[in-house]
Protein backbone atom coordinates (compact mmCIF):
# COMPACT_ATOMS: atom_id res chain seq x y z
CA UNK A 1 0.00 0.00 0.00
CA UNK A 2 1.72 3.27 -0.97
CA UNK A 3 2.47 5.73 1.21
CA UNK A 4 1.21 9.64 0.22
CA UNK A 5 0.48 11.30 -2.76
CA UNK A 6 3.52 10.90 -5.36
CA UNK A 7 2.11 14.48 -6.67
CA UNK A 8 2.09 15.85 -3.27
CA UNK A 9 4.74 18.32 -3.70
CA UNK A 10 3.38 19.69 -7.52
CA UNK A 11 -0.11 20.36 -5.94
CA UNK A 12 1.02 21.76 -2.58
CA UNK A 13 4.05 23.13 -2.18
CA UNK A 14 4.64 24.64 -5.81
CA UNK A 15 2.01 26.64 -6.17
CA UNK A 16 3.26 27.90 -2.38
CA UNK A 17 6.65 28.94 -3.04
CA UNK A 18 5.35 31.04 -6.04
CA UNK A 19 3.08 32.83 -4.10
CA UNK A 20 5.83 32.96 -1.04
CA UNK A 21 7.96 34.62 -4.26
CA UNK A 22 5.22 36.97 -5.27
CA UNK A 23 4.47 38.01 -1.63
CA UNK A 24 8.30 38.28 -0.26
CA UNK A 25 9.13 40.46 -3.36
CA UNK A 26 6.15 42.62 -3.25
CA UNK A 27 7.02 43.54 0.27
CA UNK A 28 9.90 44.60 -0.58
CA UNK A 29 9.16 47.05 -3.52
CA UNK A 30 7.86 49.85 -0.81
CA UNK A 31 11.62 50.16 0.41
CA UNK A 32 14.71 51.62 -0.67
CA UNK A 33 17.10 49.57 -2.03
CA UNK A 34 18.93 47.88 0.11
CA UNK A 35 22.84 47.09 -0.37
CA UNK A 36 22.94 43.43 1.46
CA UNK A 37 20.62 41.55 -1.16
CA UNK A 38 20.93 38.53 1.19
CA UNK A 39 18.89 40.36 3.72
CA UNK A 40 15.82 40.92 1.09
CA UNK A 41 16.29 36.89 0.26
CA UNK A 42 16.28 35.66 3.65
CA UNK A 43 12.23 36.22 3.93
CA UNK A 44 12.46 33.95 0.61
CA UNK A 45 14.38 31.49 1.54
CA UNK A 46 13.28 30.98 5.19
CA UNK A 47 9.22 30.06 3.42
CA UNK A 48 11.47 27.71 1.64
CA UNK A 49 12.73 26.31 4.30
CA UNK A 50 9.26 26.37 6.62
CA UNK A 51 7.81 24.14 3.63
CA UNK A 52 10.01 21.79 3.05
CA UNK A 53 9.91 20.95 7.03
CA UNK A 54 6.45 20.95 6.51
CA UNK A 55 6.84 18.25 3.73
CA UNK A 56 9.73 16.25 6.12
CA UNK A 57 7.76 16.59 8.84
CA UNK A 58 4.98 14.74 7.07
CA UNK A 59 6.83 12.15 5.63
CA UNK A 60 8.35 11.34 8.93
CA UNK A 61 5.23 11.73 10.89
CA UNK A 62 4.15 8.84 7.94
CA UNK A 63 7.00 6.91 9.08
CA UNK A 64 6.28 6.45 12.86
CA UNK A 65 8.85 9.13 13.75
CA UNK A 66 6.63 10.90 15.72
CA UNK A 67 8.64 13.05 17.65
CA UNK A 68 10.84 13.92 14.90
CA UNK A 69 7.90 15.33 12.78
CA UNK A 70 6.70 17.44 15.73
CA UNK A 71 10.25 19.58 15.69
CA UNK A 72 10.49 20.06 12.33
CA UNK A 73 6.90 21.39 12.17
CA UNK A 74 8.16 23.91 15.21
CA UNK A 75 11.38 24.77 12.88
CA UNK A 76 8.51 25.62 10.27
CA UNK A 77 6.72 28.44 12.88
CA UNK A 78 10.17 29.49 13.56
CA UNK A 79 10.72 30.62 10.18
CA UNK A 80 7.54 31.89 9.74
CA UNK A 81 8.69 34.29 11.95
CA UNK A 82 11.43 35.49 9.36
CA UNK A 83 9.26 35.36 6.89
CA UNK A 84 6.64 37.63 8.98
CA UNK A 85 9.05 39.91 9.61
CA UNK A 86 10.52 40.24 5.70
CA UNK A 87 6.85 40.71 4.82
CA UNK A 88 6.31 43.55 7.67
CA UNK A 89 6.55 47.20 7.28
CA UNK A 90 8.18 47.33 10.15
CA UNK A 91 10.48 50.14 10.55
CA UNK A 92 13.86 47.98 12.58
CA UNK A 93 13.14 44.95 9.87
CA UNK A 94 16.51 45.49 8.44
CA UNK A 95 17.91 45.73 11.27
CA UNK A 96 16.34 42.69 12.79
CA UNK A 97 16.73 40.76 9.82
CA UNK A 98 20.67 41.34 9.61
CA UNK A 99 20.97 40.51 13.23
CA UNK A 100 19.44 37.35 12.62
CA UNK A 101 21.37 36.83 9.95
CA UNK A 102 24.12 37.47 12.41
CA UNK A 103 23.29 35.03 14.93
CA UNK A 104 22.93 37.82 17.28
CA UNK A 105 18.94 37.25 18.04
CA UNK A 106 16.94 33.86 17.92
CA UNK A 107 13.84 32.99 16.74
CA UNK A 108 12.23 33.24 19.92
CA UNK A 109 13.56 37.12 20.29
CA UNK A 110 12.49 37.73 16.77
CA UNK A 111 9.02 36.24 17.84
CA UNK A 112 8.63 38.66 20.74
CA UNK A 113 9.25 41.62 18.74
CA UNK A 114 6.96 40.33 16.53
CA UNK A 115 3.75 39.86 18.90
CA UNK A 116 4.79 43.66 20.52
CA UNK A 117 5.38 45.59 17.29
CA UNK A 118 3.73 44.09 14.43
CA UNK A 119 0.81 41.62 14.73
CA UNK A 120 -0.40 44.32 17.44
CA UNK A 121 -0.62 46.70 14.79
CA UNK A 122 -2.80 44.36 12.86
CA UNK A 123 -5.12 42.77 15.48
CA UNK A 124 -2.90 38.94 15.80
CA UNK A 125 -2.02 38.19 19.02
CA UNK A 126 1.37 36.03 18.19
CA UNK A 127 0.97 32.99 15.59
CA UNK A 128 -2.60 31.32 15.83
CA UNK A 129 -3.17 33.08 18.55
CA UNK A 130 -0.68 31.90 21.33
CA UNK A 131 1.88 33.71 22.54
Known amino acids: MPKGDPDY ?6 PLNLELQSVVRGSWADQ ?3 A ?5 FIPHYAGKHCLESVRLSRLANEGGAHAVAVGLLR ?3 EALSVVALGISHDHDKV ?10 LSAGELRKHLEAKV ?6 NGLWGES
Open 9 to 14: WKKTHE
Open 32 to 34: PPI
Open 36 to 40: DLQLQ
Open 75 to 77: DAV
Open 95 to 104: RLLNKWNEEQ
Open 119 to 124: WAQVSI
